[in-house]
């Protein structure tokens, strides 16, 4: 038996869920998003796209396999895709409070306590999420001791990618061909996915000039937020566009190649987020399963002359991608590098390493 404390989330329409408490009691407010993957919530709590966000867990039951240890190798989480916990809280139907995996370390419970977030199970996930994908994604806020204990916080009128991104140059690997990686809150497996190929990954902050440096290819990571506030980096895109070395970008790396080269974004409903995506490469009979979490995408009619998409999501026809039509530069709103989620995609890190 459980005695577990009563906790409220509230949503900026004044809807009230009653749950209780299996993480830090502490109160946080963002924007509260639902995710339909089924595992991985290891990597989906660190996955640093989440950041600002409530993240809603529609798959019933959340904890059963615990949480691993944080070790890294050369400054790269083994398990985890950041440094730690991104979101703001965590909502879930049925948590368990009992863990068994061959991997884990602690509970879940334990793990958000540890980085300060809350987490409330017994929540009807699934009418939060009609709410949500009737009205969009909304502003909400998780309290212990009554509906003013903290305000309502939007992090989209924030630049959340000038937060999640690293502070300073980081270098990892010794392979001959290097690679800048533009870090908008960089998921650790792309790291991974990049060194794997044997090329030198120079991670560089959101708003670094990397055209100062020497290298081979460039790389645009992920990140959370609004791509508006990163005009800095777009500058910086668009300078490098002006040769012809290989570019390649990944979700928020998607949009800011997209913006580099005059297109516009605009904010989805309620995003996507899931790992079963299903998205069709453009000229082509080849449809793949993706994972996914963006509230963002590019608008495929903004796409000036010199572009064309390279992906369509075939359950709203929204952008996935887009391909220069004469450069090697290239992106993807999915993620490739996946963790969590199926790994069909992973040939975008081979098609851009052999562009090198």
């Not at 909304?138 to 212990?144: A, E, H, L, N, R």
């Amino acid at each position: 038996m459980h005695l577990d404390k009563p906790v409220q989330l509230i949503l900026d329409d004044g809807t009230v869920f009653e749950g209780k408490s299996f993480g830090s009691e502490t109160a946080k407010a963002g924007e509260v998003v639902f995710s339909t993957a089924m595992v991985g919530y290891t990597e989906s709590l660190t996955d640093p796209s989440y950041l600002g966000q409530i993240l809603v867990v529609t798959f019933p039951l959340v904890g059963n396999y615990g949480v691993p240890d944080d070790t890294s190798t050369d400054g790269i989480s083994d398990f985890y895709e950041s440094e730690k916990v991104q979101v703001s809280g965590l909502i879930v139907s049925d948590y368990s409070h009992e863990y068994s995996h061959w991997n884990a370390k602690k509970s879940l419970g334990d793990w958000l306590k540890e980085h300060d977030v809350p987490g409330i199970y017994g929540i009807d996930t699934r009418e939060l999420t009609k709410i949500l994908r009737e009205k969009g994604s909304m502003k909400g806020k998780i309290v212990f001791k009554g509906a003013n204990e903290i305000e309502f916080y939007d992090p989209n009128i924030e630049n959340q990618v000038a937060i999640a991104s690293c502070k300073e140059v980081l270098t990892y690997g010794n392979g001959e061909k290097k690679v800048v990686l533009v870090d908008c809150g960089v998921k650790h497996n792309i790291i991974r996915s990049l060194l794997k190929r044997n090329v030198t990954v120079i991670r560089v902050p959101w708003d670094y000039d990397f055209n100062q440096l020497e290298w081979d290819g460039l790389f645009i990571s992920n990140g959370p937020g609004n791509p508006d506030f990163c005009e800095e980096t777009v500058k910086n895109i668009r300078k490098a566009m002006e040769g012809s070395k290989p570019i390649c970008g990944i979700c928020m790396g998607n949009q800011l190649l997209s913006k580099a080269g005059g297109a516009t974004i605009y904010k989805l409903k309620y995003g996507h987020r899931s790992h079963n995506q299903p998205v069709k490469m453009v000229d082509s009979t080849q449809c793949f399963i993706t994972s996914q979490n963006h509230g963002y995408a590019v608008a495929n009619a903004s796409l000036s002359a010199e572009w064309e998409p390279l992906f369509i999501n075939l359950n709203d026809g929204t952008n996935e991608g887009i391909k220069h039509k004469t450069k090697p530069f290239f992106s993807a709103q999915f993620h490739p590098e996946a963790c969590s989620g199926p790994t069909d995609t992973a040939f975008i890190f081979d098609l851009f390493i052999e562009k090198l």
